[in-house]
């Protein structure tokens, strides 16, 4: 039987860190670290989402501040909210929740957020960096909570063979990346190849991230195998992942349940890039202060 690795525990200590570290910077003067949160409309999964990230913030002593716009709102508003968060010097973090409606051009939005303060990673500047592997850049929220999950466990990508399943630019392609940086050979699978299962089968390591539920059935994973699953969907009145696990449990070595894997390291990794948005904005008083 699989070992369960807990998202919900590890995020548990990740999250009291930053507690702690936050509740010092405040102790000596500090405004609170400041995250904006923008939603563009009300579709449930997002408003969910949008939720869980406030309160998460809200539990390690980070400010939120919700900007919820109709669904209807034209492109040059929300790119004029936009700058008005670049300027503000209260803001350090920016969180634009994906997918935006269909008017509006979501590449525009994102290069629009400066890089600065793209918590997400989503800017081509930290695609950028995280291809060039320099460790100032933000790495998007669910590759980074992967990452902090495994070397939790002390499992380490390095020399492992990765299949990635699923090739989006929010999982899949910046966490192909990241895996690459740690030393992994990584595959990347999505809908145009031919047979998944011969990538499948091959993995050390296989991480799922296409939001179709089961689609991982324990014939396509190799015994022993780390199996992480990404997906959240809703199959009638319950949530289920990419992974079929209660098959899968009994052939893998280590797997992630859905919910409480993935979901909430990728929530803690996002209160980490903010937190390191504004240890940077105060680099210059806080290298003094820091314990
Ligand atoms: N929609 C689904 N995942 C994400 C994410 O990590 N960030 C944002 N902004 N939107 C999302």
Redesign the pocket.
Known sequence: MALILDGREVSKRIREEIRKEVSLYVSKGLRAPTLAVVLVGDDPA?VV?VNNKRKASQSVGIRSLLYHLPKDTPQEKLLSLIDELNRNEEVDGI?????LPEHIDQKKVILRISPEKDV?G?HPENMGRLVAQMEDGFI???PLGIDLLLKHYRIDPKGKDVTIVGAGF??GRPLSLLMLWRNATVSVCHIHTKDIKKFTLGADILISATGVPKLIKADMVKEGAVVIDVGISRLGDKIVGDVDFEEVKKKAGAITPVPGGVGPM?VSA?LLNTLKAYKKRFSHLISTTKP
């Open positions: 997002s989402y969180l634009v929740q994906l997918p997400d989503f998007p929220c669910t929010i999982v990728t996002l």
